[in-house]
Protein backbone atom coordinates (compact mmCIF):
# COMPACT_ATOMS: atom_id res chain seq x y z
CA UNK A 1 0.00 0.00 0.00
CA UNK A 2 1.52 3.35 -1.06
CA UNK A 3 1.35 6.15 1.33
CA UNK A 4 -0.31 9.22 -1.01
CA UNK A 5 -0.59 12.80 1.25
CA UNK A 6 -4.54 12.03 1.42
CA UNK A 7 -3.71 9.16 3.72
CA UNK A 8 -0.37 10.53 5.01
CA UNK A 9 -3.30 14.17 6.01
CA UNK A 10 -5.37 11.12 7.87
CA UNK A 11 -2.54 9.62 9.85
CA UNK A 12 -1.74 12.64 11.20
CA UNK A 13 -4.88 13.78 12.03
CA UNK A 14 -4.97 10.64 13.84
CA UNK A 15 -2.48 10.66 15.88
CA UNK A 16 -3.07 14.28 17.13
CA UNK A 17 -6.32 13.13 18.05
CA UNK A 18 -5.01 10.01 19.84
CA UNK A 19 -2.14 12.16 22.00
CA UNK A 20 -5.44 15.18 22.75
CA UNK A 21 -7.60 12.13 23.88
CA UNK A 22 -4.82 10.62 26.26
CA UNK A 23 -3.80 14.42 27.39
CA UNK A 24 -7.09 15.59 28.40
CA UNK A 25 -7.59 11.53 30.44
CA UNK A 26 -4.22 12.25 32.26
CA UNK A 27 -6.21 15.70 32.80
CA UNK A 28 -9.04 14.17 33.74
CA UNK A 29 -7.42 11.28 36.31
CA UNK A 30 -5.50 14.21 38.04
CA UNK A 31 -8.39 15.66 38.36
CA UNK A 32 -10.37 13.04 40.11
CA UNK A 33 -7.92 11.97 42.41
CA UNK A 34 -7.18 15.00 43.54
CA UNK A 35 -11.29 15.67 43.86
CA UNK A 36 -12.07 12.38 45.73
CA UNK A 37 -10.34 11.28 48.73
CA UNK A 38 -10.28 7.40 49.80
CA UNK A 39 -8.54 6.10 52.52
CA UNK A 40 -9.03 2.28 53.84
CA UNK A 41 -7.50 1.09 56.98
CA UNK A 42 -5.16 -2.09 56.24
CA UNK A 43 -3.55 -2.78 59.06
CA UNK A 44 -3.72 -5.93 61.19
CA UNK A 45 -5.12 -4.15 64.28
CA UNK A 46 -6.89 -1.67 63.03
CA UNK A 47 -4.88 1.08 64.99
CA UNK A 48 -5.94 3.86 62.07
CA UNK A 49 -9.73 3.26 62.71
CA UNK A 50 -11.75 4.76 65.22
CA UNK A 51 -14.14 2.77 67.72
CA UNK A 52 -17.72 2.70 67.43
CA UNK A 53 -18.04 4.67 71.17
CA UNK A 54 -15.46 7.22 69.32
CA UNK A 55 -17.67 8.10 66.47
CA UNK A 56 -20.45 8.03 68.43
CA UNK A 57 -19.19 11.23 70.25
CA UNK A 58 -17.59 12.68 67.23
CA UNK A 59 -21.24 12.99 65.84
CA UNK A 60 -22.34 14.60 68.66
CA UNK A 61 -20.38 17.43 68.90
CA UNK A 62 -21.23 20.87 67.02
CA UNK A 63 -19.08 23.18 65.40
CA UNK A 64 -15.73 22.30 64.39
CA UNK A 65 -12.84 20.19 66.18
CA UNK A 66 -9.22 21.17 65.95
CA UNK A 67 -6.45 18.46 66.57
CA UNK A 68 -3.37 19.27 67.73
CA UNK A 69 -0.31 16.45 67.15
CA UNK A 70 2.86 16.42 68.53
CA UNK A 71 5.28 13.96 66.52
CA UNK A 72 8.65 13.09 66.15
CA UNK A 73 10.87 12.12 63.75
CA UNK A 74 10.85 8.41 65.15
CA UNK A 75 6.51 8.64 65.18
CA UNK A 76 6.76 9.61 61.80
CA UNK A 77 9.49 7.21 60.49
CA UNK A 78 7.56 3.95 62.23
CA UNK A 79 4.14 4.93 60.80
Known amino acids: M???SKLR???LIQNSFFVVL???LIFLLGFLANQYKFSK???QANRNT???GSINVLKQMKGP???TVFASKDDVNNG
Open 2 to 4: KIN
Open 9 to 11: LQI
Open 22 to 24: FIV
Open 41 to 43: DIT
Open 50 to 52: LTT
Open 65 to 67: ITL
